[in-house]
DNA sequence: CATTATTATATTGTGCGCAATATATTATCT
DNA sequence: AGATAATATATTGCGCACAATATAATAATG
C-alpha cells in the first residue's frame, strides 16, 4: 500500500522531466530554458511584473529567480529596473525580442504533443487533477491569474 | 489552446516541486533527499543492482547517479564495487544500516499523504495517468518491474 | 592477435531549486 | 526623529538533471 504512492509520486517526478525533455529540443531553438519560457509566458500575459509576483505564479523564490532573470536581461528579452517609488521592487519589464519571442514561442506545446504522442484530453485530465491537489496542498495560487 | 496544454505541463512540474517539497522534512529526519530515497527504494526492491540498472528505472543518467551514489556510499549506506568479470560495472549493495533505514522510511509516503491533504484515490487517479503517458511518450520501463 | 567498435561509468560545465543568510529599503512605534 | 520591525531582493552553498566529453574495459572483426 506505501509503495503504491510512492509509485505516485515517482511516476508525476519523472513525467516531469520527461515533458521537459520534449521541450527541450524545440526551446534550445529560441535558446532558453523550461523555466525561462516559463518566466517568459507569465510576462507575455501580464506586463511589467516584480521579482515577487512571478514567484509566487511560478512557485519559485528569489534565488531561483534572480540568476535566472539575469540570463534572460543577458540575453536582451527582458529589462529589471527598481521601483522609483520602492527601491527594494525589481520590476520586469519584456524588451522588443523579449515580445517578439512569443510568436516563436506559440508553437512550442503543440509540437511538444505530438513529439509525446499525448492527446489534448489526456493533458486536461492531467492537468485537473494536479491543480486539484497543488490547490488542496498549498496556496493553490494557480488559477487565480494573479496579474492585479 | 496552446496556453491550456502548456499549464498542464506547468502544472505537473509545479505539483511534483510541491509534493518533493512535502517529503523533505520528512526526509531530513533520516538525513536524505528526494532522488537520494528513491535510489535507495529500488536497491530495497532488488539488490544488487548496476548503475545502469538504477539509472534505466530512475531514468536518471550517469552524471547524475554517480555523485548521489558517492553521496550515500559516504554516509554507509550502500557500497559500491567493479563487478570483477566486467570491470566497466559498479554494483551497489546495500549496508546493513542501508537495508535498516528502510524501516524508518516505510511511514513516510503515509505521512506525505496526510501533510498534502490528499486521498490514495486521488493518487491512484494520478499515477495511472501519469505512467500511461511515460509509457506512451518514452520507453515505457515504469512498470515494467526489471528486478531481473 | 591487433584494430576497431561498443559498452559502462566517470568527469565537466551549465542551470535550476531551495535553505540559510545578508543587504537594503520602507514602515511602525514610541 | 531614532530605534525596531517588516519587506523585497540578492548571495552563498549544496544537490540534483542533463549534455558533452573522457576513460577504461570488453566485444567484434579482419
Same mark, same amino acid.
Given at each position: ?47 511589467? %511584473?516584480?521579482? #515577487?509576483?512571478?514567484? $509566487?505564479? &511560478? ?8 540568476? =535566472? *532573470? ?43 504533443? %505530438?513529439?509525446? #504522442?499525448?492527446?489534448? $484530453?489526456? &493533458? ?8 486539484? =491537489? *497543488? ?14
Amino acid at each position: 500500500m506505501l509503495q503504491l504512492d510512492n509509485q505516485a509520486c515517482f511516476a508525476l517526478y519523472a513525467l516531469s522531466r520527461e515533458i521537459i525533455n520534449h521541450y527541450r529540443p524545440l526551446l534550445d531553438e529560441i535558446d532558453l530554458t523550461y523555466p525561462q519560457y516559463l518566466a517568459l509566458m507569465v510576462l507575455w500575459e501580464c506586463q511589467p %511584473q516584480t521579482v #515577487n509576483q512571478l514567484g $509566487e505564479r &511560478l512557485r519559485l523564490d528569489s534565488g531561483t529567480l534572480t540568476p =535566472l *532573470l539575469k540570463r534572460l536581461e543577458q540575453k536582451k528579452l527582458i529589462i529589471r529596473t527598481r521601483r522609483s517609488s520602492d527601491e527594494r521592487v525589481v520590476e520586469i519589464t519584456l524588451t522588443q525580442s523579449g515580445k517578439e519571442l512569443k510568436n516563436a514561442a506559440l508553437e512550442i506545446p503543440v509540437k511538444v504533443m %505530438q513529439s509525446m #504522442n499525448v492527446t489534448m $484530453e489526456e &493533458l486536461s485530465e492531467l492537468r485537473i487533477i494536479a491543480q486539484k =491537489l *497543488l490547490e488542496k496542498s498549498g496556496r493553490g495560487c494557480l488559477s487565480a491569474t494573479t496579474t492585479d
